[in-house]
């Protein structure tokens, strides 16, 4: 093995080491001092290549944050820190642990099932233990938020990907009116040019007031809806998520009927995220019915999900003609574009995992295309948060615990050894 490679898995062990506070892990110091959801299912397909008992942990801890109502919140306060904002106070989380009240992307039971091939006579109890737990937090989805069966986000927030512009129609649609005065701390972290305008913060936060003086309470919140879009992240990653679980549920000899009619429900409901005459999937405001128009990296999960969607390949050959390192948060040929704003460009090595895996179980060369790109960005400009998607700049935060992960779980030419 080239020494390169072996200094890269090192390097990317070390972040994660970094990063870890025991039994779980932040996604970066500093800017990101709490367990994140999302970030921390996809910590645990890095740990998984060195301490699976602790890969299991990580999974273990995120659902010691659940919910009565199932929901598993997007953001665990274990040791308070001043460094983030909003914090546990402006959140007002209703359960076990003080969070936040909103969830992200539901990505732990493929986790699971990944961490659980690692070793299958170790995990078997692990996944036992988990599995009642990720069947009523995807039941709480399957519950809640299915509209024309596609999962709905009530916060920019839930869908893991803050400022996309597929947000733009449903936040222009808030007057964040008495917000008040607060004091971001994101931007005193990394450049304000990287983050969330004061415009997206007003609104995410006023969102956040609103939730917490609705106690947080599912029909309430509903029945007077704010914010509402049906999402491809949330959409793909539960219907992935809900094959996996499926089959996890059968090994263990579960009843799996449930979770069956489950996937038969959001495999039709993706059909409702098809926008025709962009030729691509879509965010779509489910209040005012409005598509985003918007080609992002969240459209190109269908394969992930599980779907053929052959028209996805054309569109997908079209976008990567313009960049090198993956397939960036927008369509670069789209006039919004902003290759250093976050999800308005940058491109992310956890999403060209997502999509990548997808296309690799899908038999299409294109995975393992990305593969590379995704090694080539890593080995060439390091562990960041995001990267610009035309000449790899990193940007964000720095020793970032997913982006370690990927490598470690997908990217290097060591993962799947
Ligand atoms: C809000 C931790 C998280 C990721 C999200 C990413 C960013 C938080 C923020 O960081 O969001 O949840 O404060 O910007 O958008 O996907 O989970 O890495």
Excluded at 4 to 29: C, F, H, M, V, W
Excluded at 99 to 119: F, H, M, R, Y
Excluded at 132 to 153: E, I, Q, T, Y
Excluded at 155 to 179: F, K, L, Q, S, Y
Aim: proline content about 6%; some cysteine.
């Amino acid at each position: 093995m080239p020494d390169r490679i072996a200094l890269l898995d090192q390097s990317a062990r070390e972040i994660i080491r970094g990063n870890d506070k025991g039994t779980y892990t932040i996604p970066t110091a500093g800017l990101y001092p709490y367990q994140w959801n999302w970030d921390s299912a996809i910590a645990a397909l890095g740990l998984a290549r060195f301490d699976i008992d602790r890969a299991w942990t990580e999974l273990e801890t995120l659902f010691t944050g659940q919910w009565d109502n199932g929901m598993v919140p997007h953001i665990l306060f274990h040791e308070q820190d001043d460094g983030y904002f909003p914090g546990p106070e402006v959140w007002g989380g209703i359960g076990p642990l003080p969070s936040s009240g909103i969830t992200q992307p539901p990505v732990a039971a493929t986790a699971a099932k990944c961490v659980l091939e690692a070793d299958r006579d170790a995990g078997l109890p692990r996944v036992d233990g988990l599995f009642d737990k990720l069947l009523s937090w995807h039941r709480w989805f399957m519950r809640w938020r299915l509209n024309h069966g596609a999962v709905c986000a009530t916060h920019p927030w839930e869908t893991g990907r803050d400022n996309a512009p597929d947000w733009d129609g449903a936040m222009a649609a808030i007057d964040p009116i008495g917000v008040g005065e607060y004091t971001r701390r994101d931007t005193s972290h990394v450049d304000a040019a990287m983050r969330p305008t004061k415009y997206d913060y007003d609104r995410f936060i006023w969102l956040v007031q609103r939730g917490k003086r609705l106690s947080w309470d599912e029909q309430a919140m509903l029945d007077d809806a704010a914010f509402r879009v049906m999402d491809p992240t949330l959409t793909f990653t539960l219907l992935r998520a809900q094959r996996d679980l499926a089959s996890l549920g059968r090994e263990l000899g579960r009843d799996v009927s449930e979770i069956e009619a489950a996937i038969a429900e959001l495999e039709t409901g993706t059909d409702s995220l098809w926008n025709a005459t962009l030729g691509s999937f879509d965010s779509r405001d489910a209040l005012s019915g409005d598509w985003a128009n918007s080609i992002s990296n969240a459209s190109f999960l269908c394969w992930y999900a599980g779907l053929e969607a052959p028209a996805m390949r054309d569109t997908l050959a079209k976008v990567l003609e313009h960049v090198e390192f993956g397939v960036p948060s927008l369509d670069p040929r789209d006039p919004r574009s902003d290759c250093k704003r976050y999800w308005r460009g940058p491109v992310w090595g956890v999403m060209n995992m997502l999509i990548g895996t997808g296309l690799q179980e899908m038999g299409m060369t294109e995975g393992n295309e990305l593969r590379a790109s995704t090694a080539r960005l890593i080995e060439q400009h390091g562990f960041s948060e995001y990267f610009d998607p035309r000449d790899g700049e990193p940007a964000g935060g720095q020793s970032f615990t997913w982006t370690a992960a990927v490598w470690l779980g997908w990217a290097s030419p060591t993962a799947g050894a």
